[in-house]
């Protein structure tokens, strides 16, 4: 089922959701993409934890098959938060477990922040609570350098955009394979390709300040007040967000379990899509999934 839900700023999202034959009222997953991305890593887990629960995945603004944001500057990881919730009251607002990768774990924590009402879990997946640009490959290389990229990004657009959409895939690839990125004894190329496809299409201006923003945000100070169980994967090699980030986030967060995947990179749920995928589903199971206390 696809629907499109309007942003508090008139920006249109594009939203596919799957029922199956769960009951009414049943706890739904709501997946959370990284920047840049629209959906390429959730192959896997969307077949996988449709016996559990029903899903529902959406575009970000300027993403996929959503509309580019209505105010350029409403980029922001809570404008991706206020987002979000519009698709959960677009559904009635259900009891929920919010799953979010890379970027997409700031985007629910914050979403969180703001309307903790019906949420029962989160699942952080080779993500960080924020601060991005900091911790890129261990440092603030990332940090330093993105001032000048937006620079030429803003002063010459048409011709940033023109070389961006030019970019071969295929050397993407076995530059992000050869370089230790991912995994290449795990990883599936055809897995890769939706997204090194999809990242050329980005408006490259707005990916940047989406990226500049996500370094400036944080959720460090309320990680130890969350009052749901989380569940937090990490790649034990990821260079975008690395796992000693996820470590300090499960001991900062009081109901928190967490799963490192050896040699998992930044995309380790497509790496090695049946154990993370089947240690969500367990996590569905004995953490969300119980009847009340006291029921029969």
Known sequence: MQSTVVADDGTRLFVRSRNGSHAVGEVRAFLCDGVACDGFIWKYLWD?????????????????????????????????????????????????????????????????????RNVRGLVLLCGSYGKITSTFHGGPILQKILPKLLEIATGSPDLVRAVWSRLPVEMALKMALKMGEVDPDKVRPEDLMPYLTHVTHVDVPMFLRMVQAAGEHTAEDLLPTLDVPVLIVAGERDTFTPAHLAEAMQKMIPRSEILVVERGSHVAPLEQPKLVDDRIAQFFRERVLLPPEGAA
């Not at 990768?101 to 922040?113: D, F, I, K, N, P």
């Open 48 to 116: 996988d934890l449709a016996p559990l629960t029903p899903l529902t995945h959406w575009h970000y603004r300027g993403h996929g098959r959503s509309a580019p944001p209505a105010d350029p500057s409403h980029i922001t990881i809570r404008d991706h938060a206020d987002d979000l919730w519009r698709v959960r009251e677009s559904l009635g607002d259900p009891p929920c477990v919010l799953i979010g990768h890379s970027m997409g774990c700031q985007v629910l924590l914050e979403g969180y922040r703001a309307h903790p």
